[in-house]
T-cell receptor
Framework: DQQVKQNSPSLSVQEGRISILNCDYT??????FLWYKKYPAEGPTFLIS?????DKNEDGRFTVFLNKSAKHLSLHIVPSQPGDSAVYFC???????????FGAGTRLFVKA | DTGVSQNPRHKITKRGQNVTFRCDPI?????LYWYRQTLGQGPEFLTY????????KSRLLSDRFSAERPKGSFSTLEIQRTEQGDSAMYLC?????????????FGPGTRLTVT
């Protein structure tokens, strides 16, 4: 059973424009929602998180939005840069928990 | 400390052989995790240690898999009698047990190919 779904395997965006990556989850009991970024030959790197009690968290060019009623999470990157080209994983975890559940990832291409 | 390290980075083995991977976490982290990632999928949780205690194992972890973390420092993941279906990237991660515990730091992974 896929508890975290990223339905877009890939996304191509022009440099300077906005990148929007989407994620849906099934369990309303999750407490933290995370985005990880992965470059080839490297492990995933934590990017940004949001608690279930918030609906927006911003860190520089990266903003995560949480819509609990729709069980939907999105990551906005503005402006997109070629160095942002990577695979982005959506993930969820419960308070005090250890098991992080990852989506299948979306490969982002930012064209110069 | 420069991060989580894993060795070897690549391992090619023949079906039926045993393999062992090592993970060295960030020294101040007391939580350690193992994940498996196959092509086109995100990391899948395998097991978790708090210090030296193995507190959770996924049902993905068959009896052929065993993990240890002696003295709560480095960890090893052993696969016995490897099968072609074991071919994957094996990722190790570490984190604190409080505060930003949800932020896990991943190593570069060990890519296993079973021929």
């Amino acid at each position: 059973d896929q508890q975290v779904k990223q339905n877009s395997p890939s996304l191509s965006v022009q440099e300077g424009r906005i990148s929007i990556l989407n994620c849906d989850y099934t369990n309303s009991m999750f407490d933290y929602f995370l985005w990880y970024k992965k470059y080839p030959a490297e492990g995933p790197t934590f990017l940004i998180s949001i608690s279930s009690i918030k609906d927006k968290n911003e860190d520089g060019r990266f903003t995560v939005f949480l819509n609990k009623s729709a069980k939907h999470l999105s990551l906005h990157i503005v402006p997109s840069q070629p160095g942002d080209s990577a695979v982005y994983f959506c993930a969820v975890i419960n308070t005090g928990g250890f098991k992080t559940i990852f989506g299948a990832g979306t490969r982002l291409f930012v064209k110069a | 400390d420069t991060g989580v390290s894993q060795n070897p980075r690549h391992k090619i083995t023949k079906r039926g052989q045993n393999v062992t991977f090592r993970c060295d976490p960030i020294s101040e982290h007391n939580r350690l995790y193992w994940y498996r990632q196959t092509l086109g999928q995100g990391p899948e949780f395998l097991t978790y240690f708090q210090n030296e205690a193995q507190l959770e194992k996924s049902r993905l972890l068959s009896d052929r898999f065993s993990a240890e973390r002696p003295k709560g420092s480095f960890s090893t993941l052993e696969i016995q009698r490897t099968e072609q279906g074991d071919s994957a990237m094996y990722l190790c991660a570490s984190s604190f047990s409080s505060g930003t515990y949800y932020e896990q730091y991943f190593g570069p992974g060990t890519r296993l190919t079973v021929t």
